[in-house]
């Protein structure tokens, strides 16, 4: 009987750890348009010794969250600088600085781009 309960304690383990490994990861983002937007976008990823440091380039904050949070803590950031910063007209993604002045306008060239901006920045 402890023998079955040993085995079936570590496929509860294995099984949660991986529940909490897929809860940890972020979500797939349009590889295109953050590679479009990473230069307009204030945060950056630094490597620490105890695990990753997200700063704000523009007032030089760091943010140091546990391991298990900072990929979302980075999304959570990057969609509230989206909010602010971003507007979508029909196909045409413009980028605004923080006096709401057109800085870069991007075209988005099919649907899923543009359903991406949709879902990730709510707007």
């Given at each position: 009987?402890?023998?079955?309960?040993?085995?079936?304690?570590?496929?509860?383990?294995?099984?949660?750890?991986?529940?909490?490994?897929?809860?940890?990861?972020?979500?797939?983002?349009?590889?295109?348009?953050?590679?479009?937007?990473?230069?307009?976008?204030?945060?950056?990823?630094?490597?620490?010794?105890?695990?990753?440091?997200?700063?704000?380039?523009?007032?030089?904050?760091?943010?140091?969250?546990?391991?298990?949070?900072?990929?979302?803590?980075?999304?959570?950031?990057?969609?509230?600088?989206?909010?602010?910063?971003?507007?979508?007209?029909?196909?045409?993604?413009?980028?605004?600085?923080?006096?709401?002045q057109t800085?870069?306008?991007?075209?988005?060239?099919?649907?899923?781009?543009?359903?991406f901006v949709?879902?990730f920045f709510?707007?």
């Amino acid at each position: 009987m402890s023998r079955k309960m040993f085995i079936g304690l570590i496929f509860v383990f294995m099984f949660l750890s991986f529940i909490a490994f897929k809860n940890a990861m972020p979500k797939t983002k349009n590889k295109v348009v953050m590679n479009a937007l990473s230069a307009y976008i204030p945060y950056r990823l630094e490597k620490r010794l105890g695990g990753l440091t997200i700063i704000n380039e523009k007032t030089k904050t760091k943010e140091k969250p546990s391991n298990e949070i900072v990929f979302k803590r980075l999304d959570q950031l990057e969609r509230q600088w989206g909010k602010k910063h971003l507007k979508l007209t029909g196909s045409v993604l413009s980028i605004n600085n923080d006096k709401n002045q057109t800085i870069k306008t991007l075209n988005l060239k099919n649907r899923k781009q543009i359903n991406f901006v949709h879902s990730f920045f709510g707007i």
